[in-house]
């Protein structure tokens, strides 16, 4: 059987991956420009570049771009880094301790599949229409995803590690803090990146709710006043902006963990 590299895989990814994308703005410019879908529903590629450009100069309902970007940025990563800070612990204190697990599983379980979104009332009778109750919102989202995959990472821990450890008479403590927190940072990670990003997801819909300020607000009005160019330049600012958030934890995901994979 031959097993040489075809001539597709010997291509280098990022020419693959520029490739796709160059045919996806091209698609896209071709079918604009030449009337298959109107304006209406699909604006060109050179109207967005014109429509962000004006934002950055004189920015959106009289507040500069920067600014929404900003709010919505604060509100994300207030709630992200709440949730973060209460769901990692809870979770492997739940997956390393059966007593916690018992008291926390039936408690998540019941709230775990709740959309987010469904607490903007409760949201907005307790916490008023200001900031705090965005950043509610955001840090159930946060919280849940931390602390399931923190638990799931102290509570598969491979029983080999656990039974050579205490062979060794580390205590309940060196033990955790020596061999379940360090096997469970990969699964760590992976929630924080699946947190992070539902975390920028749901601060769209926060802002729904008596906003005058973000990139959710920005959306949600220009929708409403059918500026179908500024709903897509939103759309794309909040992608963008997810990737290189994405990017930074997958950054330093490589640097805590560089055991990973070997």
């Given at each position: 059987?031959?097993?040489?590299?075809?001539?597709?895989?010997?291509?280098?990814?990022?020419?693959?991956?520029t490739f796709s994308v160059?045919?996806?703005?091209?698609?896209?410019?071709?079918?604009?420009?030449?009337?298959?879908?109107?304006?209406?529903?699909?604006?060109?590629?050179?109207?967005?570049?014109?429509?962000?450009?004006?934002?950055?100069?004189?920015?959106?309902?009289?507040?500069?771009?920067?600014?929404?970007?900003?709010?919505?940025?604060?509100?994300?990563?207030?709630?992200?880094?709440?949730?973060?800070?209460?769901?990692?612990?809870?979770?492997?204190?739940?997956?390393?301790?059966?007593t916690a697990d018992a008291?926390?599983?039936?408690?998540?379980?019941?709230?775990?599949?709740?959309?987010?979104?469904?607490?903007?009332?409760?949201?907005?009778?307790?916490?008023?229409?200001?900031?705090?109750?965005?950043?509610?919102?955001?840090?159930?989202?946060?919280?849940?995803?931390?602390?399931?995959?923190?638990?799931?990472?102290?509570?598969?821990?491979?029983?080999?590690?656990?039974?050579?450890?205490?062979?060794?008479?580390?205590?309940?403590?060196?033990?955790?803090?020596?061999?379940?927190?360090?096997?469970?940072?990969?699964?760590?990670?992976?929630?924080?990146?699946?947190?992070?990003?539902?975390?920028?997801a749901v601060v769209v819909?926060?802002?729904?709710?008596?906003?005058?300020?973000?990139?959710?607000?920005?959306?949600?009005?220009?929708?409403?006043?059918?500026?179908?160019?500024?709903?897509?330049?939103?759309?794309?600012?909040?992608?963008?902006?997810?990737?290189?958030?994405?990017?930074?934890?997958?950054?330093?995901?490589?640097?805590?963990?560089?055991?990973?994979?070997?």
């Amino acid at each position: 059987m031959n097993h040489s590299p075809s001539l597709l895989n010997a291509v280098p990814r990022a020419w693959v991956s520029t490739f796709s994308v160059v045919s996806l703005l091209v698609v896209w410019w071709a079918v604009t420009n030449f009337g298959l879908i109107g304006p209406t529903y699909l604006p060109s590629p050179q109207s967005l570049v014109a429509v962000t450009y004006d934002l950055i100069v004189n920015g959106y309902q009289r507040v500069p771009l920067a600014e929404h970007i900003g709010y919505s940025l604060f509100r994300a990563l207030s709630g992200f880094a709440l949730g973060v800070a209460l769901g990692i612990p809870t979770g492997l204190i739940t997956g390393y301790n059966r007593t916690a697990d018992a008291v926390m599983s039936p408690i998540m379980a019941f709230v775990r599949p709740i959309p987010p979104i469904a607490f903007i009332p409760m949201a907005v009778l307790y916490f008023g229409l200001g900031e705090v109750g965005k950043v509610v919102l955001i840090f159930i989202t946060a919280f849940n995803y931390a602390h399931v995959n923190a638990h799931a990472g102290a509570s598969h821990v491979s029983i080999v590690y656990l039974r050579a450890a205490q062979s060794l008479g580390l205590s309940s403590f060196q033990l955790f803090r020596k061999i379940v927190f360090p096997a469970a940072l990969p699964q760590i990670f992976t929630g924080m990146k699946v947190a992070m990003a539902l975390s920028w997801a749901v601060v769209v819909a926060a802002e729904l709710v008596g906003a005058q300020r973000g990139l959710g607000f920005m959306i949600s009005d220009a929708a409403q006043l059918f500026q179908i160019p500024v709903v897509f330049v939103g759309i794309g600012l909040i992608g963008l902006i997810g990737l290189i958030l994405n990017f930074m934890l997958g950054a330093t995901e490589t640097k805590l963990i560089h055991w990973k994979g070997r």
